[in-house]
């Protein structure tokens, strides 16, 4: 079994309108970490925004922000207002267990969802 | 600037070349990591070195022989590869406990012919 779906390969979304990313997880830790990365066409994975299994408020970073939901094991990135510049690949993984070795984190990504924004 | 780097970003090679990719990071951060990523594929971990020790082999075929000689630099070095070897190989650094993987370099784009 997959341990992260994302099930929306490309989306087109309007310019300005909100969109909303797919996620999913499957885990039987109860400490994990979830993160979603950007992937321009130029190839650079950006780091956009992480939430722990612990954090109760949900993630916010400008306009990104994750709607965490533990018991659906969902982990839906949104982007509020988008710009031409939001056009990418983007990622959802995670990290499973806690981290006792320092500095050593492995994630497990998913497929990816293509997000075209349209003028 | 992410503050990871990595050269070549782009290499093609023959099936019987020996080529190496560098990857450098001046973060400070003390782990350092390979990601291959093939078409329509998942990002899959190669290899990940904490202060210079290899503590994760991803079942990696031996044609790819990874080096960390310092916490700063990570090679990935390449023999005898094959055409489905060919995909973005991108390095990785971390360095504060649970915070995950926030420092990507660009990639190399590699192509086995």
């Known amino acids: 079994a997959q341990k992260i779906t994302q099930t929306q390969p490309g989306m087109f979304v309007q310019e300005k309108e909100a969109v909303t990313l797919d996620c999913t997880y499957d885990?039987?830790?109860?400490?994990?970490?979830l993160f979603w990365y950007k992937q321009p066409s130029s190839g650079e994975m950006i780091f956009l925004i992480y939430?722990?299994?612990?954090?109760?408020q949900n993630a916010t970073e400008g306009r990104y922000s994750l709607n965490f939901q533990k018991a659906r094991k969902s982990a839906n990135l949104v982007i509020s207002a988008s710009q031409l510049g939001d056009s990418a690949m983007y990622f959802c993984?995670?990290?499973?267990?806690?981290?006792?070795?320092?500095?050593?984190?492995?994630?497990?990504f998913g497929t990816g969802t293509r997000l075209t924004i349209i003028p | 600037e992410t503050g990871v780097t990595q050269t070549p970003r782009h290499l093609v090679m023959g099936m019987t070349n020996k080529k190496s990719l560098k990857c450098e990071q001046h973060?400070?951060?003390?782990?350092m990591y390979w990601y291959k990523q093939s078409a329509k594929k998942p990002l899959e971990l190669m290899f990940v070195?904490?202060?210079?020790?290899?503590?994760e082999n991803n079942s990696v075929p031996s044609r790819f022989s990874p080096e960390c000689p310092n916490s700063s630099h990570l090679f990935l070095h390449l023999h005898t590869l094959q055409p489905e070897d060919s995909a973005l190989y991108l390095c990785?650094?971390?360095?504060?406990?649970?915070?995950?993987?926030?420092?990507f370099g660009p990639g190399t784009r590699l192509t086995v012919t």
């Open positions: 990785a650094s971390s360095q504060d406990v649970g915070q995950g993987i926030r420092y």
């Open positions: 885990t039987s830790d109860q400490s994990y970490g």
């Open positions: 939430q722990g299994s612990y954090d109760e």
């Open positions: 993984a995670m990290r499973e267990g806690l981290t006792f070795n320092f500095g050593n984190e492995k994630l497990t």
């Open positions: 973060l400070g951060h003390n782990a």
């Open positions: 070195y904490n202060f210079k020790e290899q503590t």
